[in-house]
């Protein structure tokens, strides 16, 4: 079983809809992740949040706007979304150590489809 | 900018029997991280071994081992005696010390564990 959960599983949606992606972990973890992965590629990094605060946002497109509630909460709101946004998002937790070693524990995806 | 290469796209190995993934990566760093993570058809990215850079020891997990050359800046999975559970891509995975530093992932291979 993940620690980290995504909901939904799977999303279709029009390209005038407006959606959002959930995930949560409940490791304690400050740091947490929103990757694009489309089919056989590696993941693409879009956002980090560390300490409910957003630190990286790779030039994704506004589009796509981030949402951190609180500590265990990542959500991603999707809007007027493109056919070439269809992908699978995952989320990503990890610990905050400076220094030290701390892998990211990634969830199970939301495998999104644009019509 | 740091650089990972997994050359190999596809690789296929029987059931029970040994096979290595190989992977090159490039930095100027002299602290830092390597990671395998294995992605089967279920989507969720797993972690399956770790390396810090200042440890010369090669990691070990169970059938999952590395082959760690810092100097060559070589980073290769050997998984012995092959199971069936074992068929994914796999990843491997950058990461500077930082706390926000980001995780850059090579290509990734698809194994294929035959019967």
């Known amino acids: 079983d993940t620690e980290v959960t995504q909901t939904p599983k799977h999303l279709v949606m029009g390209m005038t809809n407006k959606k959002s992606l959930k995930c949560e972990q409940h490791m304690g973890h400050r740091a947490m992740y929103w990757y694009k992965q489309k089919a056989k590629k590696p993941p693409e990094l879009m956002f980090v949040?560390?300490?409910?605060?957003?630190?990286i946002n790779e030039s994704v497109p506004s589009r796509f706007s981030p949402e951190c509630p609180n500590s265990s909460l990542l959500n991603l709101h999707l809007h007027a979304l493109q056919p070439e946004d269809s992908a699978l998002y995952l989320c990503a937790s990890s610990q905050v150590f400076r220094g030290t070693l701390s892998p990211l524990h990634f969830g199970n995806g939301t495998r999104l489809t644009v019509t | 900018a740091q650089t990972v290469t997994q050359s190999q796209p596809e690789m296929s190995v029987q059931e029970a029997e040994t096979v290595t993934l190989s992977c090159t990566y490039d930095?100027?760093?002299?602290?830092?991280?390597l990671f395998w993570y294995k992605q089967p058809p279920s989507r969720q990215m797993i972690l399956v071994i770790r390396?810090?850079?200042?440890?010369?020891q090669n990691a070990t997990e169970n059938r999952f081992s590395v082959n760690f050359q810092k100097a060559a800046k070589s980073f290769s999975l050997k998984i012995s005696d092959s199971q069936l559970g074992d068929t994914a891509m796999y990843f491997c995975?950058?990461?500077?010390?930082?706390?926000?530093?980001?995780?850059?992932f090579g290509k990734g291979i698809t194994l294929s564990v035959r019967p």
């Open positions: 949040y560390s300490y409910e605060k957003l630190s």
């Open positions: 390396q810090e850079a200042y440890k010369q």
């Open positions: 995975a950058f990461k500077r010390t930082g706390a926000n530093s980001k995780l850059t």
């Open positions: 930095t100027s760093e002299n602290n830092y991280y």
